[in-house]
């Protein structure tokens, strides 16, 4: 097995494949499978600037993904990055590819400056915890997670 990963933009081939990915992604947690919408959507976050888009590619095919924000570190005076989804085929779990894209990230936000990578995950999402805490991430107490829903403001 030849593990490559990388940062992937809408004008290479592999991004037809990134979609699909987070089209799967997407239905996992409950939404409606939209290829055309997805493909849209992606490549407008890309090419604005709003999102960074990570493949693990298994002898050449894209099989997982992660898409990272950078934001503004007010008090720090610098920036942080957050790794908005992690993915992976359920065919090519356990195989160190989400490993692989959380270390490609982080290598990613440390060479921008960046001065902490962040992420959230549902509560009982233990495969995923443990290998956060795996690769040093540390749980945040203290805080509340808000949000107010703009689609009926």
Request: one cysteine or more; charged letters at 25%; hydrophobic letters at 50%.
């Amino acid at each position: 097995m030849i593990l490559r990963v990388r940062e992937v933009s809408p004008v290479e081939p592999a991004f037809d494949a990134v979609c699909a990915l987070f089209d799967d992604y997407r239905a996992h947690y409950g939404r409606r499978r939209a290829p055309r919408d997805v493909r849209i959507w992606l490549g407008a976050q890309v090419a604005a600037g709003r999102l960074a888009i990570y493949a693990a590619a298994v002898d050449g095919t894209p099989r997982a993904l992660a898409t990272a924000t950078e934001s503004s570190a007010s008090l720090a005076l610098g920036t942080a990055w957050t790794i908005r989804d992690l993915w992976v085929d359920p065919q090519f779990r356990r195989r160190g590819l989400a490993t692989e894209l959380v270390r490609a990230v982080a290598r990613a936000a440390r060479d921008a400056g960046a001065l902490r990578l962040g992420l959230q995950t549902e509560v009982g999402n233990e495969a995923a915890l443990d290998l956060y805490l795996r690769l040093g991430f540390e749980r945040v107490t203290g805080l509340e997670i808000l949000a107010y829903d703009l689609t009926d403001y």
